[in-house]
């Protein structure tokens, strides 16, 4: 298919919210396009974005593993600089959320100690304009916030791996299937139903996991997990 309007607006509607749903991606698509074909409409667009060394990546979030498509640099952002519409003070208190959160062993930090935070920053930022920083972090997919907790976002993961690698390479993790970053890693109960008997059955999962640069050692996570 010829690139036309239709994928304009499909470009411009994923960079105006930073981070589109693939749910709503399909919709639009499906609105545009009279199709579902979400990969060749993405193909094309890409095909025009490519001498511009943009993209639109494909990200899960850790936390809902929900699918989004974001708008990024093909040229990885080595300084998390981000736009200029920042002060100095924001993005000091930014960078160093993501320091918590990737040198933490629960991979968040609660919103208490990020307003906490402000008062031992070099620069001035009050805890009300730092609070709305966040939440405006949040709604751009920067962030994301569960039970007062605040997660890497969509976005952070898509734009700024390379950031986080040359920063904090001996801290993070790395799935050995995938080769991808983790920046959450959650164990869930998993229950197996024998339905013969209407028995349990106990399952035994090995996960692997790349440990931090600094140990070069793989470790073997083993969970029980019965009903």
């Given at each position: ?31 545009l ?10 193909s ?10 943009m ?9 809902t ?7 990024a ?11 200029s ?23 968040c ?16 930022l ?8 966040l ?25 700024l791996?390379?950031?986080f ?29 024998d339905n013969t ?8 999962t ?22």
């Amino acid at each position: 298919m010829v690139y036309n309007n239709k994928h304009k607006i499909v470009l411009q509607t994923i960079m105006h919210k930073g981070a589109l749903s693939e749910n709503d991606g399909k919709e639009l698509i499906m609105k545009l396009f009279d199709h579902s074909n979400t990969t060749r409409i993405i193909s094309e667009i890409n095909a025009k974005l490519q001498p511009l060394c943009m993209t639109i990546k494909c990200t899960n979030c850790e936390i809902t593993g929900q699918l989004y498509w974001i708008f990024a640099s093909m040229v990885q952002d080595k300084t998390a600089s981000f736009d200029s519409e920042f002060t100095q003070a924001e993005l000091a208190l930014l960078r160093n959320v993501y320091s918590e959160i990737v040198t933490s062993d629960s991979n968040c930090v609660s919103s208490t100690w990020c307003l906490n935070l402000c008062s031992s920053l070099n620069l001035k930022l009050s805890k009300a304009n730092a609070e709305q920083f966040l939440h405006e972090m949040i709604n751009r997919k920067w962030l994301f916030c569960k039970n007062g907790k605040y997660y890497m976002g969509v976005r952070s993961i898509a734009e700024l791996c390379q950031y986080f690698k040359d920063t904090y390479e001996d801290n993070l993790r790395t799935c050995t299937l995938c080769k991808q970053i983790l920046f959450y890693v959650s164990f869930k109960k998993i229950y197996i139903a024998d339905n013969t008997n209407n028995s349990t059955m106990d399952l035994d999962t090995d996960i692997e996991m790349v440990e931090p640069a600094k140990s070069n050692q793989k470790r073997k996570l083993r969970r029980k997990c019965k009903d």
